[in-house]
T-cell receptor, first 110, second 114 residues
């Protein structure tokens, strides 16, 4: 089993839709969790850190479920500009080594 | 402005040639990382360093070498032993003290084989 797994998609949704991505991780000792956004052939940029209590930033909501070892990202009211690849990142417990999922591709169409 | 600078943006390698990718940061971060990304794939860790003069292999270190002589600099050499070097290379840095060690990335280097 891969350390961090994501459904690669693509998720093809109309503008205004709500879309959710999940990411599962295998190391129960993992401590830190993040969602990054990557546009084609660009560097990833931090979208959100994911906290145990869940967190929200505008149209974006991230959740952590430690019991089931997954994190989620919810995007409400999708915009054309949300089209990108969303990368899940999990830091290996105790060692601060970031491990990436392969990313989920989102395409928002008019 | 603080940040990470990678150079060059594009690099071409001939058969049997070693090439070096530069990565410099002025964020005073302890940790630096090199990742490789192939089309449609996620980032795979090549090497990382959490302190000057020390570095560790990541998941795909074969055919690569690094050095960390200064806190600010973490160059990556792609050696002739790396038979499939064409990829997008990303350098990153982070703090490692405390929690929430988010990564800061350079803008990447696209390496191609002639």
């Amino acid at each position: 089993r891969k350390e961090v797994e994501q459904d690669p998609g693509p998720f093809n949704v109309p503008e205004g839709a709500t879309v959710a991505f999940n990411c599962t991780y295998s190391n129960s000792a993992s401590q830190s969790f993040f969602w990054y956004r990557q546009d084609c052939r660009k560097e990833p940029k931090l979208l959100m850190s994911v906290y145990s209590s869940g967190n929200e930033d505008g149209r974006f909501t991230a959740q952590l479920n430690r019991a089931s070892q997954y994190i989620s990202l919810l995007i409400r009211d999708s915009k054309l500009s949300d089209s990108a690849t969303y990368l899940c990142v999990v830091n290996k417990g105790g060692s601060y080594i970031p491990t990436f999922g392969r990313g989920t591709s989102l395409i928002v169409h008019p | 402005d603080g940040g990470i600078t990678q150079s060059p943006k594009y690099l071409f390698r001939k058969e049997g040639q070693n090439v070096t990718l530069s990565c410099e940061q002025n964020l005073n971060h302890d940790a630096m990382y090199w990742y490789r990304q192939d089309p449609g794939q996620g980032l795979r860790l090549i090497y990382y360093s959490q302190i000057v003069n020390d570095f560790q292999k990541g998941d795909i270190a074969e055919g690569y070498s690094v050095s960390r002589e200064k806190k600010e600099s973490f160059p990556l050499t792609v050696t002739s032993a790396q038979k499939n070097p064409t990829a997008f290379y990303l350098c990153a840095s982070s703090k490692i003290r405390g929690t929430n060690e988010k990564l800061f990335f350079g803008s990447g280097t696209q390496l191609s084989v002639l």
